[in-house]
């Protein structure tokens, strides 16, 4: 499912027109983003928690002609999904 499949979808099940389906889903990845930026886990009770990770620096092998490189740490987004959304898959 793609974005536009989505926002079709919300604006089904909601009862409202893409347009404002849009707006919504937007302004949820929105405040999402905002609140990882700032470090903080965002709790959706039944489907899921969005929570920031760091990782550490580590060496790596560039692919391409085997040259040791360093990678440097940095945070990363994570999804951990909820029990209900678990058990429903």
Request: proline share 2%; net charge positive.
């Amino acid at each position: 499912m793609n974005k536009s499949e989505l926002v079709a979808a919300i604006a089904e099940k909601a009862g409202l027109t893409k347009a404002a389906a849009a707006k919504a889903l937007d302004a949820a990845v929105e405040a999402i983003a905002d609140s990882l930026k700032k470090g903080e886990a965002v709790q959706l009770i039944g489907f899921g928690t969005f929570a920031v990770a760091k990782r550490e620096a580590r060496q790596g092998v560039n692919p391409a002609n085997g040259a040791k490189i360093q990678i440097p740490a940095k945070k990363v987004a994570k999804f951990k999904a909820g029990k209900a959304l678990a058990e429903a898959l």
